[in-house]
């Protein structure tokens, strides 16, 4: 009995996914956006597919208390 498709599985580069929107006014957002920018530059010194991945996460997980009422 077989149960594995024949069909291939196709995934997203990581490198070529949406590039990850940054908090407006955050520095550190800003910042890391821009070492996102070189991570996934084909040819770039920092070009690292898997580092891209971990700053887009970093992006989206990057705290703004500001943005639910707690600052200013």
Do not use: F, N, Y
């Not at 700053?55 to 639910?68: C, M, N, Q, S, T």
């Amino acid at each position: 009995m077989e149960r594995a498709s024949r069909d291939p599985v196709l995934l997203a580069e990581p490198a070529t996914s949406a590039p990850p929107a940054p908090a407006p006014g955050c520095d550190v957002c800003e910042a890391l956006k821009r070492q996102w920018g070189q991570a996934t530059e084909i040819g770039s010194p920092a070009h690292d597919p898997s580092h891209a991945t971990d700053l887009a996460v970093e992006i989206g997980r990057h705290p703004h208390d500001w943005k639910k009422g707690g600052r200013a």
